[in-house]
Nanobody
């Protein structure tokens, strides 16, 4: 079992930046592959980025490529999502997700994840 707590959301102007954090707790937190998803108003939850347990492999949605960076700090059991050049269409609730994984595996689908955080709101004003 792992518990996930997101932080770092807020209100930012278009073109600005935010860094989201997801702290994982639990005895086996370091055994999990991690991902970020978001849910925009009126839309289904969608994939944003994911990182392997080893931290060496990352995968991004097309909407995130070149603007967002996912990274992990295994010593702190924390994964980050650095979001730059934010756009109003990035406004959403952002969720962190985790699942047991091999060191070099990345998961892109929400149904592949077993554990979810409570979400953090990101609002980008135009």
């Amino acid at each position: 079992q792992v518990q996930l707590v997101e932080s770092g959301g807020g209100l930012v102007q278009a073109g600005g930046s935010l860094r989201l954090s997801c702290a994982a707790s639990g005895r086996t937190a370091s055994s999990y592959g991690m991902g970020w998803f978001r849910q925009r108003p009126g839309n289904e939850r969608e994939f944003v980025a994911a990182i392997s347990r080893s931290g060496t492999i990352a995968y991004y949605a097309d909407s995130a490529k070149g603007r967002f960076t996912i990274s992990g700090d295994n010593a702190k059991n924390t994964v980050y999502l650095q979001m730059n050049s934010l756009k109003p269409e990035d406004t959403a609730v952002y969720y962190c997700a985790a699942r047991l994984a091999g060191r070099s595996v990345v998961f892109r689908n929400s149904y592949e994840y077993d554990y979810w955080g409570q979400g953090t709101q990101v609002t980008v004003s135009s």
